[in-house]
Each structure stands twice: as structure tokens, then as C-alpha cells.
């Protein structure tokens, strides 16, 4: 499976081959040494029938690697057609990995294990992806030329789908992981007035991310991907209409269920006004409470102070909010 | 939100290519979903006039509607194939079926043939065992189900005696259950169909009343109709021959034949294509008469057969030709329309027909092109064999293949016919015979184009076809041209054997590129014929018969030293024996490259093999020695020259005294002369 690093298998490598310890010139030998040498004990291990022919059959000797032959100018497209693991005899490169030798260099490429265990992408030179880019374009439409921009693009398609396929070398093509769909849309292009939103906050929870307004709904209890999917636009269509619906209860909506602060009826606006209420009745000679009350909050202060106060609490604290927030008080307060 | 008035005809749009037309582009990618706007033409909320006025910019934008392209579809291996069309073949590597490793490569074609066949066998008893033991192999890992891999039921379930246990000993291929059961049913006086009766008359007439080899160990190992053996030497050929099954007298087909209520044309052909088929050539003929004079009509199958039975059962050309016509009339008067494989039958037996063929040959190929079937290659090659004789080869011209050739360029050949196997060697060894490169050009390139490569035939035929092609190059390329196609095709298509590689040898000496002999020495040693001793000597000939510059020698004192490994004992399997003249060129090439060590142990060699060195080389060694300014050498030289008696003893003494000896060494060289100018 294409989904680790070479590094990490190199680094593993190398914590291994330094907890060895004593052993490490050994591990560090058995990958250097040629493979001919495995054989030594099997060609001649022959049994002596008697002197003469069969005493003993020469080694075979190991041929010439083919990179001696390839030409310069050869198609490597043709040498390394797909996915094959790393042959040193058909590889034509100086390659060297691995943990070096002491005072040495990396070991050679000759039956080095570390180049055949990480995958090698021989097979997608940039030749190789332009003739196989060339070869599909027929399977492929043109794209639309209306939709040159991705802004464009999300304006017409608001909903992404977004699955992923799995290809792994063995007797099964399938893949569990394939199932899940993930379905993206951004909140501002759907049709939700202030209490819809609220409510479509609330029911999907932590699937919203604030900073780009996106909802992303993950399916995957089902087996296969276009149930999924078909799931997934349920689930986003019940969510819509079940945020512009209002339940009766919802009318108990208390002040802890509140998704930002607002200043009216709040202990704030509460405390404000007591003080400042006395104070003016004071100076125009005790009229109405509710007028006074109003026209307190008319002021121009007041709204500053509201607003620098809803933004502490919103926002929170910070050195603008703060500086904001002592502006505020000192005009209310006269100071 | 981008709805206005002018979105829903894009919204139809756009919803129409969104159902399904195929199967899902399998790439890590976003798909654009449209349901979306398909739910939203349904339901008409109002918007808020924020909304409306980002709608309104938007519009301003996107004026045009865009249709979004219907999706297109294809097969589910064509993605697969495209990208194997990109792929071309790589002239250094060994076929697929083998490891790319240099160590486990087959280097001679004996290893190719070895190697393949292990191959092929390991994975016949792999099917055996899994055919066997069913039991153990009931998990089904694949997915999607491959069914090649799962064990196949080849014993018999059904035991009762009834018809589908018939049909299933049929499907089974067991000849001999089959027979039994059917007796079993006759005598028990069960129907038995039509259908069943010709599939078990085809059955027998097919394997000979014998039951198909399986598979596990049997005595008639060497005939094996069903695997692909990958190259069969001359000698298994004829063991297969010698071992087909002949057809016997009142063998079960005949008397199945003889007991069925009613006979009809399925069983006549069943009956005669079997009896050519195994040789009984003179009774198909007679089943034929019984078949007119029954009034049942023949098929297509009945005449192939007896078409190509025809020049067995005469032994005239003019009264084979008349058969062939007679049946080729009763054809037409029966209405049976001819297909390919007739006029294929009725070439091949014109090539039977002597100095008939060649006008009948022409007719024939006529009338294919009247009834408007194409001709095979397998035709062309009936035809190529008619119109030249091997015998004949001088005299002919070769205007019939370039006009086969022209007609078949640029074809992407199927195989409709199993001789059409034959046709590129035929084709070939027409070019070669009569010197013509540049068609041989084209056969080859027709060999190249597209899968034509797979109708070269077995492994056999494709050494044959390489190997002439390579003669021809070598007779009429350039020296370039010649090393270009030889790396090309060897080892991955051809492993050249010792006559290709003398014509190589050859046409090397033609363009005086002696140079590279030593890297073709390591070629033939590759090969495996380092064993072949006009080879060698052949090799040696040709590097110590002229001197070259000094790195040439360098190079082939190297050589020389390495083609000495292949004499003498030193290795276990057979070596060559050493002949006067392989040792006398290798010590001279060793001499002219200055190695005097080596050249002098050649000397000895000379001594433990009783052959004697020629005066030539003595002197020269002689020449050498003074060069290096070694005297004691040239004493032992004129001592070992004694010891062999040679005439040119006193020569050499007299040339040696001019060394500046020592007394003793003096002594000896004046003694010897003495001694060679008495003996003169």
C-alpha cells in the first residue's frame, strides 16, 4: 500500500541496526555480501558417486547483470512497465542505501534488502506519465469552460463528495476503508436564516468548523459507498428542514443555550442601568422609569458600551476588546 | 446560493448527466454532486436580500449557462489496455515468465527450454493436487471471484446409471466411463437423446476410444495433446507421431455407430473426421459412400476431413486433383457452403499434387476471393510452398511473397487455421534461400506490427524463423547493421546456435571488425557453446591471424587466456580436447601481447598433450625472447625444440648463440646445433 514513507522505514532502519549492538556487523554483512555466496553450499554439497564425472559440477557462475547491455538512449517506460520491486541487474543506476559501513559508504545495491523493501516509483518517470496522460486523454470530457474559477466552481456545485479508492497488491481488490464519503458544504450558500442557523449549529455540533463556514458530514455505517453517500444527503437534507423548523419547546430556550452574548436583559445591561438610572432621574426631577430607562438606553455611551461589552464576551479578552471596553465605561461614567 | 431566473434551464442541465451511465471513474477525486440542485428546483424558500444580491454579482459573472459533458464509458479492462499500449518491448530482458535476476536468467536456449518447462509442469501438479484435494481448498480468497484458481471437479459425482451421468462422464472427458455407461443404458433399455448420442460419438472419434491423458502419472507420458510444451526437440516430435493413436477396426465409435436407431449427418461427420484424424484414411472414404448412398447430407466438417484425406487414398497426381474436384462438386450440388479451413484443406493437398498445383493453386485462391473469405496464412503458405520447392531454390524469384507481403502489410494477423503457424519460417527461408533483404525486412516488420508476434508458433518455430532471419542479415548487412539486430534479438527472442553464431563470426571477418571478437567469445561462453570445437577454433583462427594495434592484442591475450579454460580437464562436465592448432594460436597471441609466463606454460602444454609446436611459432618465440633480452629462455627453447626433434633445431641454435649466454648455456646451444645440422 502506497500510504508510508521511505523515510520512516530508513530511520527504522537505522534505530535497529544501532540497538543491535554487538550484532550490528553482522546485520550490516549479511545485507553486503553477494548473493552467490548462498549458494555455495548447495552446488557443491553433490554427493562423490564415485570419481570421475560427477565428483563435482562446477559452480554456475552468476551472469552479467542486463544493465551492462541496455543502450544509453533505451525506452525505460519498457524496462519498468508498472510496479516491480527494485532489481539491481536491471537497474542501470549507481545507487547506494543503508546504514554505512564503518568509515565506509552505504552498501551497494547487490542484494541490498533496504531498496527492495521501500516502494520505487521506476515505473512513473515523467516519460512514463506523459505518454500514459496522453494515452487517456480520449476517456476524458472537457471541462466546462464556464467554470474556469474555483469561486465559479463552488458556486455552481456547492456540495463536494469527497471518497477515496485503495489499490494493494494481493488476491482482493476490496478494500473496507473505500466506503466512507465525506460530504462538504459550506453553510453561507444554503438558505438559513439567523434562528435555522442556530439550530443547524446545534444538531450537527462539531461538525461545523467556523473559520471557513465549512459542514463536513463523514458516512460511513453502511457498506457500500453509494449507500453512504445516499445517507450522507439524507442526513443533510433531514438537518435543513429540520432547522427551519421550530418545536414548541424550543421556546424554553434559556440564557445558558444562547450561542453568543447578547447584551439585552443581561445582567450588564442590569447593572448599567441601576446605576445610571438614579443619576439621571436625579438631574431631570424623577420622570417615568420606562422613559428614563429608554432614553438611557438611546444614548450613545450606552451603545458603546453594549457593543464593547457584547465584543468582550464574544470575542474575547484581547488588547483592542479591553482598550475598547475602558473607552466604553469612561464615557458612560463621565470620567 | 446562485438561483435566478436564469439558473434553472442550467439546473435541467446539469440534472440530466447526473444519473449514472456507467461504473465510477476509480481516481482519488471530488466528485461534483448535482442532487443538490435537483432538491432545490422542488422547494422555492425567500431569500434573504443578502443572499439576493450575492446572487445578483454572481450572475453578472457566469452569464453563460454551461452544459456539463455526458460521462463516458468502456469497458472494464480498457483503461488497463491503453496503458499498455504505451508499453514497447524491452530488447534486454528475458521473457515475462521468467525471474529478472542475472543468476537465475536462462542464458542457452537448453536452460529456456528447461526452465519453461519446469515452470509449466510445477504448475500442472499444482492443479493436480488442487483438483485432487478439493476438500482443502474450499476458502475463496479472491475478489472478485477468479475461477481458474478454485479446484475443478474432474471425478465423477453422478453414479446411477442415467442419462446425466452419461452427459457428465461426456463433459468429464472419461471415454471409457462414457462407453460403459451407455452400454449399461442400451442394454437397460433407456432412450438415450440425440444430443447425447453425438456428443458421445464425437467424444470417442476425438480421443481414439482411448482415454485422454490426465495429468498424473501415466505411462504415455511424452503425448501431450492439451499442455503447451515450449520447445520440443526434433526427437519429441516424432516420439509424439509414433505415439498418436491409429484407428482400429470395429473399435466402440463404429459399433456405437452401427447400433444408433438413425444416423444422421451430426454422425457421419462425427465418424469420418475421426477416422482422418486418426488415419483410417480408406474407411472414411467408404463411411462417405454410405453416407450418399443413405441420401444424408454432408457438412462442411465431413468434406475439410476427406479434402484433406484426399492424397492419401491415391497415389497419382492426376487422380488426386480429380478426387478433390469430385468432392469439391458434390459439395456444390449438396449446398454446403465452404469456409476457410476447406480451401486450406484443398491447398495443403495441392501441395501433394506435383506440377498440377501451381495453375490449381492460382484457381483456388480465386474462387476464395469469388465466395469473399479472406485467405490465412496458412493459405499463404500452402501457396509459397507450392510455388517453391526447396529443391528447385536456385531458378525461383520470389515475386509470389512480395505480392503475399504487400497484401498483408500493416494486418493484424488472428490465427484461424493451425498450420498458420508455419507461414513466417516458410517465408523466411524463402528470403534467405534467394538473398533478398530487403523482404526479409518486411516479413519481419509484419512480425512486429501489433500481437502478430503471437502467430511465430511455439518456441521452436520462432529459433527457426530468428535464426534465418540472422543468417540473411549476415550474408547481406553492413557489419553496423548487423551487431544493432544482433542485440535486439539476442538472448530475449533467439539464442543463435553454433551456425548462426560462424555466420556472425563471419560477416565480423567480412567488415573487419575483428575487434569485437572478444566480446562475442563471452557471448558464446553465455550461450553454452564453448563446447562446440569448430566454434572455438574458428574464434581463435580469426584473432591470431593477423596483428592488430596493441590494445587489440591486449584485449585478445585476455580472450585467449579465457578460450584456454575451456581445454583441458579443469572442469567437470565434457571439454575440449587440444588440437596443434588451437595451441599454437593461443601462444601466439599470448606471445604478441608480451605475455612470455603465460606462453612459455603453453610450450609445456604442448609436451603433456603430444602435439607438436610448428617452427613458426618457435621462431617468433625465439624473436620474442630477444626482444625481453631473457637468454635462459631461449636456451630451454632450443632444448624443447630438441626434444621434439624438430628440423629447424640448428636454426634456432644458431639465432639463440647471439644472446649473450653464459659458457654452460653456450655449450648446450652449440651441442644442439651440432646435433640439429647432423640430423637435417
Redesign the interface.
Known amino acids: 500500500m502506497a500510504s508510508h514513507t521511505s523515510r520512516g522505514l530508513l530511520s527504522l532502519g537505522r534505530i535497529s541496526a544501532s540497538a543491535l549492538g554487538l550484532q550490528r556487523p553482522l546485520s550490516r554483512v549479511t545485507y553486503a555480501t553477494n548473493v552467490s555466496t548462498n549458494y555455495s553450499a548447495g552446488k557443491t554439497g553433490l554427493p562423490d558417486r564415485g570419481a570421475g564425472k560427477f565428483a563435482r559440477r562446477p559452480r554456475r557462475a552468476p551472469g552479467e547483470p542486463r544493465t551492462e547491455k541496455m543502450p544509453v538512449d533505451q525506452d525505460w517506460t519498457a524496462v519498468y512497465p508498472a510496479a516491480a520491486p527494485f532489481r539491481p541487474g536491471s537497474v542501470p543506476l549507481p545507487v547506494r542505501m543503508g546504514y554505512p559501513v564503518k568509515r565506509g559508504v552505504p552498501p551497494e545495491k547487490k542484494g541490498n534488502l533496504e531498496l527492495i523493501k521501500i516502494p520505487n516509483f521506476l515505473h512513473l518517470t515523467p516519460a512514463a506519465i506523459k505518454k500514459h496522460c496522453e494515452a487517456l486523454k480520449p476517456f476524458c470530457t472537457e471541462w466546462p469552460s464556464a467554470l474556469d474559477t474555483d469561486a465559479r466552481c463552488d458556486a455552481h456545485f456547492p456540495i463536494k463528495a469527497e471518497s477515496t479508492d485503495y489499490v494493494s497488491a494481493g488476491p482482493s481488490v476490496r478494500n473496507p476503508a473505500a466506503r466512507t464519503v465525506h460530504l462538504k458544504v459550506k453553510l453561507s450558500s444554503l438558505n438559513l436564516d439567523d434562528h435555522a442557523f442556530k439550530k443547524m449549529l446545534k444538531l450537527v455540533g462539531e461538525r461545523y468548523c467556523r473559520d471557513t463556514d465549512t459542514l463536513t458530514i463523514t458516512a460511513d455505517r453502511c457498506p457500500l459507498r453509494q449507500q453512504n453517500h445516499d445517507h450522507a444527503m439524507y442526513l443533510l437534507t433531514v438537518l435543513y428542514h429540520e432547522s427551519w423548523k421550530t418545536e414548541p419547546w424550543e421556546a424554553e430556550k434559556s440564557v445558558a443555550d444562547m450561542e453568543e452574548y447578547s447584551w439585552e436583559d443581561s445582567p450588564s445591561q442590569r447593572n448599567l442601568l441601576d446605576t445610571l438610572v438614579p443619576v439621571e432621574a436625579a438631574g431631570e426631577g424623577g420622570g417615568g422609569g420606562e422613559e428614563v430607562r429608554e432614553q438611557l438606553l438611546g444614548r450613545r455611551e450606552v451603545q458603546e458600551y453594549k457593543d464593547s461589552v457584547t465584543r468582550l464576551k464574544n470575542e474575547g479578552e484581547s488588547e483592542s476588546t479591553v482598550m475598547l471596553y475602558k473607552e466604553a465605561v469612561k464615557k458612560v461614567l463621565n470620567l | ?2 438561483y435566478s431566473s436564469q439558473k434553472p434551464p ?1 439546473c435541467n442541465n ?1 440534472a440530466a448527466p447526473a444519473r449514472h451511465v456507467g461504473r465510477y471513474i ?3 477525486t ?7 440542485e435537483q ?1 432545490w428546483s422542488h422547494r422555492s ?1 425567500g ?2 436580500p443578502s ?1 439576493r444580491q450575492q446572487a445578483a454579482e ?1 450572475n453578472t ?2 452569464t ?9 464509458t ?1 469497458s472494464k479492462e ?2 488497463l489496455e ?12 528475458h521473457p515475462y515468465l521468467f525471474q ?4 537465475l ?1 536462462p ?1 542457452t536456449s537448453n536452460e529456456f527450454r528447461m526452465y519453461s518447462l519446469s515452470q509449466e509442469s510445477g504448475r500442472s501438479a499444482a492443479k493436480y493436487f488442487v483438483n485432487s484435494n478439493p476438500k482443502f481448498f474450499t476458502k475463496d ?4 471471484h ?1 475461477p481458474c484458481l478454485m479446484p475443478e471437479t474432474v471425478s465423477v459425482l453422478l453414479e446411477e446409471m442415467s442419462e446425466e451421468a452419461l452427459k457428465e462422464r461426456i463433459s468429464l472427458r472419461k471415454v471409457t466411463a462414457a462407453v460403459d455407461m451407455y452400454d449399461q443404458l442400451m442394454q437397460a433399455g433407456t432412450a438415450v437423446s440425440m444430443e447425447t448420442a453425438h456428443e458421445l460419438l464425437d467424444l470417442i472419434c476425438l480421443y481414439c476410444d482411448k482415454d485422454p491423458v490426465q495429468g498424473g502419472p501415466q505411462a504415455e507420458d511424452t503425448e501431450e495433446p492439451g499442455e503447451e510444451l515450449r520447445k520440443r526437440k526434433t526427437r519429441f516430435r516424432r516420439a509424439s507421431d509414433v505415439l498418436r493413436a491409429t484407428w482400429r477396426e470395429n473399435n466402440n465409435a463404429e459399433r456405437i455407430f452401427n447400433l444408433l436407431p438413425e444416423r444422421d449427418t451430426h454422425c457421419y461427420s462425427a465418424l469420418i473426421r475421426g477416422m482422418v484424424k486418426h488415419g483410417a484414411y480408406a474407411k472414411a472414404f467408404s463411411m462417405y459412400t454410405d453416407m450418399l448412398n443413405n441420401r444424408v447430407t454432408a457438412d462442411v466438417h465431413v468434406f475439410n476431413a476427406l479434402l484433406s484425406a484426399a492424397p492419401e487414398v491415391r497415389d497419382k497426381y492426376k487422380e488426386r486433383w480429380d478426387l478433390i474436384t469430385e468432392l469439391l462438386n458434390h459439395m456444390k450440388e449438396q449446398k454446403v457452403q465452404p469456409n476457410l479451413l476447406t480451401f486450406n484443406s484443398v491447398l495443403k493437398a495441392l501441395r501433394r499434387c506435383g506440377f498440377l498445383a501451381k495453375t490449381q493453386a492460382l484457381c483456388t485462391l480465386n474462387e476464395m476471393k469469388a465466395v469473399e473469405i479472406a485467405p490465412s496464412l496458412a493459405s499463404y503458405d500452402h501457396v509459397l510452398a507450392v510455388f517453391f520447392r526447396a529443391a528447385t531454390a536456385g531458378e525461383s524469384n520470389t515475386d509470389v511473397l512480395r505480392e503475399v507481403m504487400s497484401e498483408l502489410a500493416g494486418s493484424s494477423l488472428t490465427c484461424q487455421d493451425p498450420d498458420d503457424v508455419l507461414f513466417f519460417s516458410s517465408a523466411m527461408r524463402l528470403c534467405m534461400d534467394n538473398k533478398d533483404l530487403e523482404l526479409g525486412y518486411k516479413v519481419q516488420s509484419l512480425v512486429e506490427h501489433g500481437e502478430n508476434w503471437r502467430l511465430l508458433g511455439d518456441s521452436y518455430q520462432q529459433t527457426v524463423f530468428y535464426g534465418r532471419f540472422f543468417n540473411l542479415l549476415c550474408m547481406m548487412e553492413h557489419i553496423d547493421v548487423v551487431l544493432e539486430w544482433y ?1 535486439r534479438l539476442v538472448p530475449s527472442l533467439y539464442y543463435p546456435n553454433h551456425h548462426g553464431l560462424r555466420d556472425l563470426l563471419q560477416a565480423l571477418d567480412t567488415d573487419g571488425r575483428l575487434d569485437l571478437l572478444p566480446t562475442i567469445w ?1 557471448d558464446i561462453r ?1 550461450l553454452g557453446h564453448d563446447n562446440k570445437s569448430d566454434l572455438v577454433e574458428e574464434v581463435l583462427t580469426l584473432m591470431a591471424r593477423d596483428t592488430h594495434s596493441p590494445e587489440v592484442q591486449e584485449a585478445f591475450a585476455v580472450c585467449a587466456l579465457d578460450v584456454k579454460s575451456v581445454f583441458g580437464g579443469d ?3 565434457q571439454s575440449l580436447e587440444w588440437s596443434n592448432a588451437s595451441l599454437s594460436h593461443i601462444t601466439s597471441l599470448l606471445l604478441r601481447a608480451n605475455k612470455t609466463q603465460e606462453a612459455w606454460e603453453m610450450l609445456q602444454l604442448f609436451k603433456s598433450e603430444n602435439r607438436v609446436p610448428n617452427e613458426g611459432l618457435l621462431e617468433d618465440f625465439l624473436s620474442a625472447c630477444r626482444s625481453h633480452g631473457s637468454p635462459t629462455r631461449a636456451v630451454e627453447l632450443v632444448q624443447l625444440s630438441a626434444a621434439f626433434c624438430l628440423s629447424a633445431t640448428g636454426r634456432l641454435a644458431k639465432q639463440a648463440l647471439e644472446f649473450d649466454l653464459t659458457e654452460e648455456q653456450r655449450a648446450v646451444l652449440s651441442e644442439l646445433e651440432a646435433t640439429g645440422e647432423v640430423s637435417d
Request: zero cysteines.
Open positions: 446560493m446562485v442550467v446539469m476509480q481516481k482519488n471530488y466528485f461534483l454532486r448535482n442532487n443538490f432538491l424558500f431569500w434573504t443572499l454572481t459573472e457566469s453563460d449557462s454551461f452544459v456539463i459533458p455526458r460521462k463516458k468502456w480498457a483503461v491503453t496503458l499498455a499500449s504505451t508499453v514497447g518491448r524491452d530488447p534486454t530482458a529478472d535476476d542475472p543468476y536468467s542464458r480468497f479472491a475478489e472478485p477468479i542485440r563471452k553465455s572442469r567437470g562436465r
